[in-house]
């Protein structure tokens, strides 16, 4: 952080930064304290930021929620053909999990904050609901369309699809498997065909 | 704990009392001074069981792998007909992960540790990979037996079951759907099914 001698971070840069910390040591592990130090700034004044603890966690899952949208959902849903769509998805995903630091904060956070109940909980369980519904719109277009067959259920298709990105994310990021991405685009060809695409 | 005031607990019962702690704040977010208070002892008390915080981890993710043994892989394993034993693997698992305070241990710590090397993370990829491993046997018994088709791959079967489990996690305890156990067992059916079965 030889750039917060120069200049002061932006309240944006501030919490890049608060996101890189929250993905290694979880968002409950994210401190103002350890924050402060990191970018050159008192607690008192990272106070003045967030106001509290649980204001810089909602900040952070905000702004890590804008960049989902923007990396994985958005290229995604530019697509115009449905199956296109549904394949862009699950490969920006992977690219979301698989590359950034520290894996998928909402993956995190699912567990970390799922038996505590409180404004921070439902944030997470806010993005995981909006997720799960953009995987069943893909798939609803892609019935509509007749790419996949018509009695699919776009509920349990979703919830499959999520599964393997799950499942994914284990592989490549605690197991080390190399082989993470090749299976879940094996899983997700199999799961097409098996709708009958 | 008013046990606590009418005996001393035992070493096991602290260490439940521990895995109580850890499914509810993460096994990170459990402190040798919270667990002491928890169980009316000194925390110089409870550093003479553990011996450090890394002490205490261990051995609560040592007798939660014991449990988990216990109560989902040895039912499931008892089954000598290879689907009978994949379908309890899957349903112990399901009980396992929904009904236990805070959910899957291994699952919270899975992304906890992913990113923070050391001897935690080192005991946690053991046990997902033995649960993996697990899941691959009982596929594998499965296609020696006829039960699936003769070029069913038990790594992938297994990537697609571990998925599924993970994504009713998912939907069980953060989303809170009420239809995460009869989404899972209809996503095995499928699976069954696209394998052969």
Chains 1, 2 share one sequence.
């Not at 449905?82 to 699950?90: E, H, S, V």
């Not at 698989?98 to 993005?127: H, K, N, Y």
């Not at 994914?168 to 197991?175: M, P």
Request: charged residues 20%; aromatic residues 6%.
């Amino acid at each position: 952080m030889t750039q917060a001698q120069l200049r002061p971070l932006s309240h944006e840069e501030i919490v890049a930064v608060a996101i890189e910390q929250a993905a290694q040591a979880g968002l409950d592990g994210l401190s103002i304290g350890s924050l402060a130090k990191s970018v050159g700034l008192s607690k008192s004044g990272l106070f003045g930021h967030f106001g509290s603890k649980q204001g810089l966690q909602t900040e952070v899952l905000n702004a890590c929620h804008s960049r989902f949208i923007e990396r994985v959902v958005q290229p995604a849903v530019a697509h115009k053909r449905p199956l296109a769509r549904l394949r862009a998805l699950l490969e920006n995903w992977l690219d979301w999990a698989g590359q950034s630091d520290g894996g998928c904060l909402f993956v995190a956070t699912a567990t970390e904050f799922d038996d505590r109940p409180g404004p921070v909980r439902d944030q997470v369980r806010a993005a995981s609901s909006n997720w799960v519904a953009t995987l069943e719109r893909a798939v609803s277009l892609a019935v509509e369309h007749g790419d996949l067959a018509p009695e699919t259920s776009p509920r349990q298709f979703a919830f499959e699809l999520h599964g393997l990105m799950l499942s994914y994310h284990c592989r490549k990021r605690l197991i080390e498997s190399d082989q993470a991405a090749s299976m879940a685009k094996a899983a997700f060809t199999r799961l097409l065909k098996s709708y009958g695409a």
